[in-house]
């Protein structure tokens, strides 16, 4: 069984203690008994008591100031030698704990457990225990008597004999190897365990298991009130309560109690997730950052600025980022683009849920959406039309995204870098600097401030990630790279799709135009798509510019212009629209010539081919005669009043009664 702390182990007694080398200072500065406290009287004793005549135990040793004598302690007096020995055995030594864990005994498994159940401060006192007893064994071992030998021991280590002689019969007929277990002090309490009313007991856990968090004084105040309407006057005492709570109900349920559910899935290890087998560019992580520093924009507005940054999970090296007000598919979509171009393609994607990232427009298709409703008809999204899997955070779960470590460290070493003194806001309300909102920082330096921090982070060395193992992020990157890391290189068509933008709306039912945003968009040969729904792609950035047009099966029809509203009174948008309507009947005009169809003169001719019979004469059955009108009189008196003409005329006089003139 490990322990906790180290040991005081003295050393064994052997002869080999004594087999030491001292010159005359040397001598003199150990203070012994029988050896005088000076150089020259322990020089003279050498001489008086022959330790030269034995070359074996004298030698010479070449010094800084010449060649001097070395004695060995065997010449001393024996007074001398046993309070060498004495000083050896009371020094103690610090033993690894595994020394003293090899040598446990499997007969005293009971002992050495509940060792390992007692506090650092028990097991400390056990092993001062044990050093007294090594002390005292190891001057019995040179002679000492051992009362005499405890009384020197207890001296030096401020233990009565009384003690020290109890301490041995703790260990009395026990293994050496199993004497620290059995020295731990074994204290017991006393007398016998309060009664708490299982009532008063279930109303106290009850009221302290609760979001609030009351403390144990206020709840063991309403345990008394309660206790009192009872008629019941003695309770425990308020620790009694504490100690009983704290000993019986689990940490778990104490956190799902006071702190949330949430919280206790912080109490288990982090999963270790190895990245060892991708490499460069295989998969990013994507989320957004709102920094603690006030930043002026260009319309004059001062805010904290957002950026949505995406960082590579193998090398953890910050590849791009966008700044703005708020977080966005937009800014999601600027940064992909600055990605593609930079650095490729990756395989995958790490993002959580956010808006900006779960947007149609970003990943639009992909079926593991956590937002919107999925229609099968939904444009495909940035990611996967361009092939890369998207892998979901849990939502609420920073560790799941490794780029959340990077925020923290932008946050603790740019943020409040001098750049931005005055502007920086603290990393909460409660933590705001005294020299709060002083300045603000222009867009454009904050960019420039962040491009170079952000490269020196990617730069540092020293990083202690899994692939970095001291070197830099940048390091990691390109020796990933360096080895063949295979990576997707973005083409115009990537950065097309990257750049714009994509939603899926019905055209025109008449002339086949596309209204987005307030706008309208038209180009010759949409007409024949009008009342399907089609795919655009565009700039949201810009909505004032073309935008292009897709049919139901992501076939490109072509570029849209936009149709832009004019003034009633415009006479020069008059005049270019009357072109654009004249440059499309040209065209119209060119395409029906195109046809190579005949004209009327040529379909006479044709007819006049055909024959030319001659048509039979046809003669009328009645004859009506036809008289010239006189001089003076009335073209309707030349007529032949007939009973046919009579009854025409009364019919339209009728119907022209009832008509009247309107304007």
Request: hydrophobic share 45%.
């Amino acid at each position: 069984m490990p322990m906790s702390i180290a040991i005081a182990h003295l050393a064994p007694v052997t002869p080999a203690a004594l087999d030491a080398w001292y010159s005359a200072s040397d001598l003199a500065e150990q203070a012994l008994p029988g050896v005088p406290r000076t150089k020259r009287k322990v020089t003279l004793l050498a001489k008086e008591a022959g330790w030269s005549r034995d070359p074996a135990k004298v030698r010479q040793v070449k010094g800084l100031g010449g060649t001097t004598n070395e004695y060995h302690a065997s010449l001393l007096p024996m007074s001398a030698q046993k309070e060498l020995m004495r000083r050896a055995a009371l020094a103690p030594q610090n033993v690894e704990p595994s020394t003293v864990v090899a040598l446990q005994s499997p007969t005293n498994a009971a002992k050495w457990a509940a060792f390992e159940a007692l506090p650092a401060a028990r097991k400390a006192d056990a092993a001062k225990r044990l050093a007294v007893i090594q002390a005292v064994e190891a001057l019995v071992s040179l002679g000492t008597n051992k009362t005499r030998a405890i009384q020197i021991v207890g001296d030096e280590h401020d233990a009565s004999p009384a003690t020290i002689n109890l301490w041995f019969s703790l260990i009395r007929g026990v293994a050496p190897c199993d004497r620290l277990a059995h020295l731990a002090p074994q204290t017991k309490g006393g007398g016998r365990k309060a009664e708490i009313d299982a009532d008063l007991w279930q109303l106290y856990r009850s009221d302290w298991l609760r979001f609030e968090k009351p403390t144990h004084a206020a709840c063991y105040w309403r345990v008394q009130r309660v206790a009192a309407s009872r008629g019941i006057t003695i309770i425990p005492s308020a620790k009694t309560f504490q100690r009983k709570l704290e000993a019986e109900t689990p940490l778990h349920i104490i956190i799902a109690c006071r702190e949330g559910r949430e919280r206790v899935g912080q109490i288990i290890p982090a999963q270790i997730r190895s990245v060892a087998k991708l490499h460069a560019m295989h998969t990013v992580n994507i989320d957004g950052h709102v920094w603690d520093v006030f930043v002026r924009f260009p319309d004059g507005e001062i805010k904290r600025p957002v950026m949505v940054g995406i960082q590579d999970v193998f090398s953890r090296k910050l590849l791009a980022w966008r700044v703005d007000k708020s977080e966005s598919a937009v800014l999601t979509r600027l940064a992909f683009a600055d990605l593609f171009k930079n650095y490729g393609v990756p395989i995958g994607c790490v993002l959580d849920n956010g808006r900006a990232f779960a947007s149609k427009w970003i990943t639009g298709g992909a079926e593991t959406r956590f937002r919107f409703k999925i229609r099968p008809d939904d444009p495909l999204g940035l990611l996967p039309s361009l092939g890369i899997a998207t892998h979901w955070a849990t939502p609420y779960h920073g560790q799941a995204k490794p780029i959340e470590r990077y925020w923290r460290m932008m946050c603790n070493r740019i943020a409040t870098g001098p750049d931005f003194a005055g502007a920086y806001t603290g990393n909460s309300p409660m933590a705001k600097p005294e020299n709060y909102g002083n300045s603000a920082i222009p867009l454009a330096d904050f960019e420039r401030i962040i491009a170079r921090e952000i490269a020196a982070l990617n730069a540092l060395q020293g990083r202690r990630t899994e692939m970095a193992k001291g070197g830099s992020f940048d390091d990691v990157f390109s020796g990933s790279l360096a080895a063949g890391a295979p990576v997707g290189r973005a083409s115009e068509h990537h950065m097309r799709i990257a750049l714009l933008a994509a939603d899926r709306l019905f055209a025109d039912r008449k002339t086949g135009a596309i209204n987005f945003a307030g706008n309208r968009y038209w180009a010759d040969g949409l007409a024949k798509y009008a009342g399907q729904r089609l795919t655009i792609r565009f700039d949201p950035d810009n909505l004032h510019s073309s935008v292009f047009a897709y049919d139901a099966e992501d076939r490109l029809i072509g570029e849209l212009p936009v149709w832009e509203a004019t003034g009633f009174l415009d006479i020069a948008a008059a005049k270019t629209h009357a072109k654009l309507v004249g440059d499309h009947r040209k065209k119209v005009r060119a395409a029906v010539d195109a046809e190579h169809l005949l004209d009327a003169a040529d379909i006479a001719r044709a007819l006049a081919d055909l024959g030319s019979d001659d048509v039979p004469e046809m003669s009328p059955q009645v004859l009506r005669p036809v008289r010239p009108a006189r001089r003076g009189g009335s073209a309707a008196a030349a007529v032949a009043v007939t009973p046919e003409v009579t009854d025409f005329n009364d019919r339209f006089r009728r119907a022209s009664a009832s008509l009247r003139l309107v304007e």
